[in-house]
């Protein structure tokens, strides 16, 4: 985002205050410094930042200059060194040890999951340190030893400032039920103990006082609840997504408390008179849910398309709370659509609950993820929220940083336990077995049926042949077809049965899935699943990279394993790799970097070779067999030409001559026929 562009808008529209929420520029000392402040306004007419200074913005939103602070106060924090590239981070792993793994590459300006890498061996660093550097704006990494396993929880302290000297804080809240380094449900309080959690509210006020922080900020710590170990991790100097646990057991708002900050001349004291020596004890328990669109039945792929407001049903009653982007109720338009793009986060809504014990919150969220439901195409990850609170792990208290990655398979299992007990809604209007779409043929009845005996003519012709010229030519072909049966029917989303058709003497069996609404290149195109063939993009997304051979390098050659196309989703990268060796023979319509392609786009065409795939069916032992022979056959060459005669033989068998890489390949490999080509020369 453009922090000047926002700032004009402002500017032209008369703002007095922008609050920068928790996007991607409210942690920017650069979009701060385009406005005034409470204790630097001079003009009526200037607007200010709601947050804090921009001298505590450099500080805080550099993850390693945090970390220098918390050291000079005598703060814990773990082991860590700024990287410039991949060379330093395998020195930084050198130099910790027999220990040194796992590490954590992370992005000084990273944040939401964006930017951090788990690296567990070094041959995991290269891929790591690319992926944090292309997620961070600032292209600044430093690594970290990583604090990770059973017993770690990710705490954080609401800390609330004045920008006087005045600091207190609002407690702490654990968010250690993460996927990916995002958290997906946080509570307030903690699950430790009160002595405990103490250390941490001492260290994050003593830090922000020293900052003289103004506003809201966090303070995140990991700790470890076996050892009574802690550490520092970072400053989070603006609002976070799960504020709302905190609001719900503290009973206050804390936008507002934003606000009134953000006046000249207001102290905490006048803000927060009960809190601003004593903080007083939070009130009961809240659990905070982030309803994402996600897939868990795709690895928790981004799942995009189009939200109807009548495809939403919320959770409600005392004590659940729901805050989201997508309105319903009375006062909705049920004919706007909501898209979930590719470019911004995936969060759909958080759902808060609020009870007297940490039991009977856990009850009522159980009951809130039963409530909720969306049809349509888009995919939510409800069944892992139920199953998290319904865990016994969860209820234990025992949940650390890796534990929902860990149980994945066992929460998605009881969590659809749990969903499979909401009570069945009757139906009305259209029948199971029939569908109710509507039509331009007469939009003040607005309906036509769609039930088994509906019958269609399909008329098919190339694209370029205008319809009413393709009726009457020999392009267009013209089939009958008619619903036999419905089975399953979730149109658009999905629709099945069987189909008596023109195209089959007997009847065929159908089932048609809307892969996406989200909004994607026309000019691209889908990969066929049964031509091998076809390499598809299993993901959908924003190209961002593309292996050599697809962006026109000359005589490319992907091998097994190596990046295809790099996607960008919700400002993180994800890599697909490509599953088999081979040349390109045709790159996908459309495929560019900058492109946003949809799941099952055609990335390329491989040039499909026997000899590659017969490879694969030649016995390892006689691989080694002929190996073994040139290896012992190349030397006596050696002794008969001289080594640049060799030299050019090793070019022309393993780069200019497919016939012959291929047939060397069969046997020991590319890599193999170069290092006996080494040995042989030297």
């Known amino acids: 985002m453009d922090p000047e562009h926002v700032a004009g808008i402002a500017h032209r529209t008369g703002c007095t205050h922008v609050h920068p929420g928790y996007g991607f520029l409210s942690e920017s000392p650069k979009f701060a410094s385009l406005f005034s402040h409470p204790a630097t306004s001079t003009s009526s007419e200037s607007i200010t930042f709601v947050g804090p200074s921009v001298d505590i913005l450099e500080i805080a939103s550099d993850k390693m200059r945090s970390r220098e602070l918390a050291s000079s106060l005598g703060v814990p924090v773990a082991p860590g060194i700024r990287v410039a590239s991949t060379s330093d981070v395998r020195q930084f792993v050198a130099s910790r040890g027999t220990k040194a793994l796992p590490i954590v590459l992370k992005a000084l300006d990273g944040g939401g999951g964006r930017g951090i890498r788990l690296v567990n061996s070094e041959e995991e660093i290269e891929d790591a340190y690319k992926r944090c550097l292309g997620e961070s704006p600032s292209k600044q990494i430093f690594a970290e030893k990583a604090l990770v396993g059973a017993g770690w929880k990710h705490i954080e302290v609401q ?52 900052l003289k922080y103004a506003g809201l900020g966090t303070f995140e710590f990991l700790v470890n609840a076996h050892a009574q170990e802690w550490i520092f991790l970072e400053i989070n100097p603006r609002i976070q997504v799960e504020h709302t646990v905190t609001e719900e057991i503290m009973d206050l708002d804390l936008v507002r408390i934003q606000l009134l900050l953000s006046m000249p001349g207001i102290s905490l004291e006048d803000v927060l008179p009960r809190h601003e020596r004593t903080p007083r004890p939070s009130q009961g328990h809240a659990i905070q849910l982030r309803l994402v669109a996600e897939d868990p039945d795709a690895s928790f792929r981004l799942s995009p398309g189009t939200v109807k407001a009548s495809d939403l049903s919320w959770p409600a009653g005392k004590g659940i709370r729901v805050d989201s982007w997508l309105s319903t109720g009375p006062r909705a338009d049920s004919r706007v659509d909501y898209t979930v793009g590719v470019d911004f986060d995936s969060l759909l809504a958080k759902v808060i609950v609020r009870a007297g014990t940490i039991e009977e919150a856990t009850a009522k969220a159980q009951r809130a993820m039963r409530e909720f439901n969306l049809s349509g195409e888009v995919k939510t ?65 607005g309906t036509l049926l769609l039930q088994p005996g509906s019958s269609f003519q ?23 077809l008619v619903l ?6 979730a149109f658009p989303s999905q629709l099945s049965g069987t189909l008596t058709t023109s195209l089959s003497p007997s009847p065929l ?12 290149s026309s000019q691209v195109e889908f990969a066929n699943p049964h031509d091998p063939t076809h390499l598809a993009c299993p993901l959908a997304g924003r190209i961002v990279e593309l292996h ?25 990268e994800s890599v697909v790799t490509a599953a088999k060796s081979g040349r390109v023979k045709r790159i996908g319509r459309g495929i560019e970097v900058g492109t946003v392609i949809s799941e099952g786009t055609l990335v390329c065409l491989e040039n499909a070779r026997d000899a590659t795939r017969l490879r ?47 047939f060397t390949s069969f046997f020991i490999g590319g890599s193999g026929i170069n290092f006996i080509f080494d040995v042989a020369m030297f």
């Not at 949940?399 to 929460?411: G, M």
């Not at 749990?418 to 331009?440: E, F, H, M, W, Y």
């Not at 069996?509 to 994607?520: D, E, G, R, Y």
Request: with cysteine.
């Open 484 to 489: 036999s049966t419905i089975g399953h029917n």
């Open 458 to 480: 399909l008329s098919i012709s190339p694209a370029h042949v205008p319809v009413s010229d393709a009726r009457d030519s020999d392009a267009s072909q013209t089939h009958n």
């Open 159 to 210: 800390i609330v400032g004045d920008g006087r000297g005045g600091v207190t804080h609002l407690w702490e809240r654990e968010c250690s039920v993460q996927r990916r380094f995002q958290k997906v449900v946080e509570m307030a309080p903690s699950t430790l103990s009160r002595s405990a959690v103490q250390p941490l509210l001492d260290a994050a006020t003593k830090m922000a006082r020293h």
């Open 616 to 662: 694969e069916h030649i016995p390892p032992v006689t691989r080694f067999l002929c190996g073994s022979l040139l290896s012992v056959s190349l030397p006596m060459m050696a002794q008969l030409v001289s080594p640049y005669k060799l030299l050019f033989v090793k070019q022309l068998v393993t780069e200019k001559y497919e016939l012959w890489r291929v």
């Open 381 to 445: 990850n409800v069944e892992l929220l139920a199953g998290i609170v319904a865990h016994r792990h969860w209820k234990e208290g025992s949940v650390h940083t890796r534990w929902l990655e860990a149980n994945t398979d066992d929460l998605l299992r009881t969590g659809r336990e749990v969903l499979s007990a909401r009570k069945v809604q009757p139906q009305t209007g259209a029948s199971a077995s029939s569908l109710t779409l509507p039509t331009d043929a007469d939009s003040s009845s």
């Open 548 to 572: 050599p051979a697809l962006v026109g390098s000359p005589d490319a050659f992907i091998q097994t394993g190596e990046p295809l196309v790099i996607v960008s989703v919700m400002k993180m």
């Open 509 to 520: 069996a159908f089932s048609l899935t809307q892969l996406s609404a989200m909004p994607t």
